[in-house]
């Protein structure tokens, strides 16, 4: 019997809509039980009456949103594993509506300093992790501990890798031989780095626009738009939820796929994302994918899913079929990472605080190593934390192996992160000596580190080939620990730069 | 509840088999309304009868299109909005029976020197946007104006450029320290950049081969197989419409999704595939496409998709939900392209023409900047006509964006557009110092400009590396636009071009 | 009618169960076929007791296999052409149950040094081809003519391609200005290369482990996790059938998706997913897979997929809709390879044996060419054999193609491979001008072929740029055979090793 399923299932789409419409639509619209119609609040029908016809888009997806068929109030019947709000009540006047524009855009309203008047409301247009944490508290408590929360200011108030900021984004001239950088503006800024990384959103003031229904006074913002992890908002607070969970769907099918974290986790300087999809578990996410729940909360092993994705390893609750908990769910990603993997010249044990600006190695650098790998200690977590954390992650693996397998696994990548280590100090001893012979210029010299051919290349050896390779090792996708950015361009780069060093030492000789 | 849901399909479709068969079978059969089914012509009849059995493949491709289950007389009775076909009406002869082989494959036998007697019919093989305007006629004169169209000539008949295929894929000899380049052969050529861009297909004639059905005379073709979107017919017509909708299924789905856009424009010279799927879109996409409907005649935004694809934003009938078009289908995909950011030296103004060889810079070469990124402007399009196609593409954005938001992100397109240029600027004046200082040969030396190690890390800078990051910004990419082939590798490269200039010098200076 | 079908599908789905729940559990449980239900063996029964709640995730993964709804007795009363199983009979014992955990997990308890007594039951952890070869005989063997099998040794027992493996992943150390060499550790090699090609995996004794059943005797093993295609096991067989047919679901739509040779495919090296992904045929498959039915036996073309994945052209029974056969089914996948393109300096006839250790070149190397690209002709297949080979590939193609159009195809690939051996001795010429000039040291010397950087940018111009332009060639994905790792970074590299040896002659110049 040779049946086209695809097809098979439109004529049947067809066939049913006649013969039982009523039933559907008596079953099927946007209810949150099987009771009466969850409805949304007056005012946010005032805002639907318009934005309706001038932003579609956006309604249409928020109509298709969790948030459009529940409301508070019956979120907090369901059992406890089953909720997706932290909050153990809400306000009266939230409680009974679906979440919708006004929920959110007139939330906090005096905290906000874009709040401004819109057709008689008090709306304001960045809705930040304030807003979200009237129903979701936890999530946002637990996401502020992440680095990631503080993504801006590690990268912009930290000297050193401002620096590398600059000489990676700005613009060289090349005048008399000589190349000189120009520091980016704040326009390369936001599109490049802080894309993920997070602008600082101000609000400019009112200005005047002409829309479909007339002209409107509207808010006009610098560092806008932007949605990245550690962004800045008009209200202090930091972060933007809407970076994994996407505006106006808030889906916690999105989230969960790996995709939302790919958005940034995908350059040669953070490879999961390539990682995961060449190893077996993104193989079978590939492959098996469509047959998955990736709405069930609790979600459970085996039945909602039979590979892990970034999710479920970093975030998510996860049960048995038979309702056993594997792991909490959690938005403070690294409670499960002994290790800090990737950013940094050398591996080391995860920063205490998410604020990263505060360390200081024995250079008296902002960093958690020192040039030579030796890490500052005080800044950073210990070896019980560390075990703690390994063993977090470890019980998630055990869903589905056995404690050998885990722990073969687990041997490799501590393996991996010592050797890559020691390669990575290989690689500065080179720049080391094209400092110490003259034909480079570093910190001592008051030069930047990351200026030069050279530099670059050592910048290569650790932020994409020690990276790539370390997260293949972590996540079991060889590819990128060998020939895709790893193991083979990191001895490569080596021996490049060797060759280089010998170069540049040729071209100044003849200048002495 | 926990019920697989694709085991439960199964199950219900053993069942249903049982009990609805007749039910589906008159509902569901080929026909293209309610009505009576429509039919194949006889003598696309006479077609499959053999053809099922001698290339199965295609034909059960073609009977799952709509090619295959409509008639023109059945579209022209739709509204307007809803129509897939251009032409108002046309002849008896087409117009009753579905579209099948005969339809496309005997069409225009005159015009086709292709043309071969094939069990009685005048049969061509190669289908030319002549015979599809037969039916889409706006279509094939829309896309007559893209670039792509004469995406062969301006990449072959444009000695610059032929000169870069030639060094790129060229076959290089090295002889006493020296390299030379021997051309690339037809095949080579074929096989490389006219992949995308076009081969010259010329008939050659009748041969006899075997066959399943015993022995014919059958045509033979130079540049054949080929699909390219500048593809140069024997009837003297530019384009394969197969290049986006292949053949036999001609499915607006898959020209709507990208991985057709994506299978020529992935490369480093042109990510705009890689750009997306990192995007926030392209994640919405990955995320939620298997809810959407590609395949709804208008597309309405919100409501059939919730991200833009590519065709979204270049090419398709978009409306909003209550009907109002937000987009007119365009198969002329730089109608709302103001500038054009890959395949040069500098982004510039779109050209006004689609055939670009006919473009003389102030140096007298057929580019559209000099090589200090001076604009050939009298053969680019204007501020104005750059405004206006702006503003179309920004009506798109205006589905689900506020114009704050949609201003902001343009406003660093704009930015990316000036400082990518500046950036290619100082990558050329490094090479224009080689050529001065007698280390290089460029072309007032009688030599390629594109042979010389140095001058192949100065193609890079603008063909890989500028144009990543334009379409990165363009897109909101951000990857595409630091670390993987953005600005980081722009800066290392001139970082590395400054030094190498050095080390060409110390070489030739002891040479002298 | 604007039904948005995914939830459609969900409200249906709610509908149903509760009319036709009995009739669903009636004919839609876990048997085989309309009969009684196929049940899990006694012991499988017991293991399940426990690995439900110990490892549930596989546990739900097996229960959503075949393998669990199907026993070799009911498989073996399909007609031969919808077999899976190619034994043409089982054991009694085995005949009448499911395959489940003890069918596979207790199997020629004698064969296997690891079988431990586990709860009453003699259990290995480790299952190996001669265990699946009880069900899938012919599978086995064929598979074991495959490189692959081998894929261990021919690397590690190679002294020349181990050497590539040392200098490409061992640990480069930098002291005196010189770069010496570390041999890679048993982690590292597992962790990369050995990921891929397979680890030695021994039984190193029992070791008690507290579980959540209470402390017991578990197996330990050296080079354990592993999956290679290659693996060495404890029993002595070779290679891994869950390399591609994952544990514990063991998919055929799973193997028939792209992603599961994406996973040791992919990279620079052997780039044929990523090729795949950017030609037409892998376009037609993103767009469509969805409509494809991945399960069915045979595979018909046209009905159930309307491109190839790796596995229709490589491996899977295809017939045509009325059942003729367009290629049978093979685990020996170079039963269609007339070339082997990757992997050496040099495209060559594919090997007789998959021991390839065994070869010996006119320079006494185990490889299959000389340095100048001459084939070792008496350990390759000849003409004949290559021209069967072709045209077991073209029957493929001939599904979906002309004659005419897969003929123009296969030329271009054969120019490719003899260009891209012509480009390989160029690159090999300046390689040894280097050795001969002095400037880099060769076997000659006793030095590596593959530690210093000329010799890697020489490596990177076979093993990445000749492998993908060939790959590109061979399944029409464009991108790859010209900026994307192919022919513009083959010229590119070729021309910096033209310079790089002017340096390192400048360099060494000096110093005489």
Known sequence: MDINQGGFMMHWGKF????????????????????????PSQATETCLACHRAVTPGIVSDWENSYHSTSTPAAALEKAKRERRMSAAQVSDEVSGHVVGCAECHTANPDAHPDTFDHNGFKVHTVVTPADCAVCHPTEVDQYSHNIMAQAYGNLNHNPVYHDLVEMSIGTQKFANGELSVDPPNIDTE????????????????????????????????????????????????????????????????????????????????????????????????????????????????GEDFTAPTCATCHASLVVTPTGEVISERT???????????????????????????????????????????????????????????????????????????????????????????????????????????????????????????????????????????????AMAGADYGVFANGRWYMNKTIAEMADWLEMLKKIHDDED
Chains 1, 2, 3 share one sequence.
Not at 201 to 216: A, I, P
Not at 251 to 277: F, L, N, Q, W
């Open 16 to 39: 049913f809509c006649f013969v039982f419409m009523s039933t559907l639509f008596l079953t099927g619209s946007s209810s949150d039980t099987w009771g009466a119609p969850a409805k």
């Open 190 to 301: 936001s599109d490049a780095c802080n894309y993920c990384h997070g602008t600082v959103v101000e609000f400019q003031g009112l200005e005047e626009r002409s829309t479909g229904m007339g002209t409107m006074s509207l808010p006009k913002y610098s560092g806008w738009p932007n949605q990245g992890v550690g962004r800045i908002n008009p209200d202090g607070t930091k972060g933007s939820c809407a970076a994994c969970h996407t505006r106006h769907n808030f889906s916690i099918e999105m989230a969960r796929k790996p995709y939302t974290c790919g958005e940034c986790h995908k350059g040669p300087d953070v490879p999961a994302y390539k990682v995961y999809m060449v190893s077996k578990h993104g193989n079978i996410y590939n492959s098996h994918w469509k047959d998955w729940d990736f709405k069930a909360v609790p979600w459970v092993a």
């Open 331 to 473: 938005h403070q990603f690294n409670d499960r990472s002994a290790w800090r993997i990737f950013g940094l010249p050398y591996a080391h044990a995860h920063p205490k605080d998410a604020d990263t600006t505060k360390i200081k190695n024995s250079d008296g650098l902002p960093l958690p190593t020192s040039l030579d790998g030796t890490p500052a200690t005080e800044y950073l977590i210990d070896e019980n934390e560390q075990n703690k954390r390994r063993a977090t992650m470890k019980r998630v693996c055990s869903a589905c192996h056995s404690e050998g397998w885990t722990n073969g696994h687990f041997e490799r990548f501590e393996n991996t992160i010592q050797i890559m280590n020691e390669k990575t100090l290989t690689s500065t001893g080179i720049l080391l000596e094209a400092y110490n012979s003259g034909v480079a210029n570093g910190l001592a010299d008051g030069d930047s580190l990351f200026n030069e051919a050279l530099e670059k290349k050592w910048v290569e050896t650790w932020l994409f080939y020690a990276n790539s390779t370390r997260f293949s090792s």
